[in-house]
């Protein structure tokens, strides 16, 4: 499966689509995005950026935008997989 920098579970979300992030407002604050931080190297293969509503590029593979989850608390739980059926975790 595919974590973040800090070993946190990466997720994709099914209503996502067209390269787009379904999830803003309070769905971003339960499932923060995988943000591009400045010193973040241009993406490269199908690993990508998107832009958010608000501007803000998150990174994405194979056009599926990235998230973490508020409730997994520490690396490598997997709280959120499955989650009302459009949550899953990212994996190669």
């Keep these: ?18 390269g787009k992030s379904m999830c803003n407002g309070d769905c971003a604050k339960n499932w923060p995005p995988l943000m591009v931080k400045a010193d973040d190297e241009a993406a490269k293969g199908k690993w990508t950026h998107v832009t958010r509503d608000d501007g803000s590029m998150q990174w994405a593979y194979d056009g599926k935008p990235l ?17 009302k059926d459009v949550w899953h975790v990212a994996k190669p």
């Excluded at 998230?67 to 499955?82: L, R």
């Design 67 to 83: 998230y973490t989850f508020v409730k997994d608390k520490k690396a490598g739980e997997t709280t959120g997989d499955g989650m």
């Design 1 to 18: 499966m595919w974590v973040d920098h800090d070993g946190m579970t990466l997720y994709t979300f099914d209503k996502d689509a067209g």
